[in-house]
């Protein structure tokens, strides 16, 4: 039960550490700039979106 939980919230993190890299590499080699309260904004959306679906998943295979 708990090793489900630590799986599907290790998830998120995983993409966004992803995610985080991608925008460096954009930002750095390919000069497209995102403003940076919308990039972070985006980006917690994503990891609280992502670690609600993988709570809710651990839930069901409980």
Known sequence: MVSNLIYYCFIPIGLWLIFFII????????????PKKLFWLLLTFVIVTLIVIGIVIASLNL
């Open 23 to 34: 925008v460096l590499v954009l930002e750095k080699y390919f000069q497209i700039f995102m």
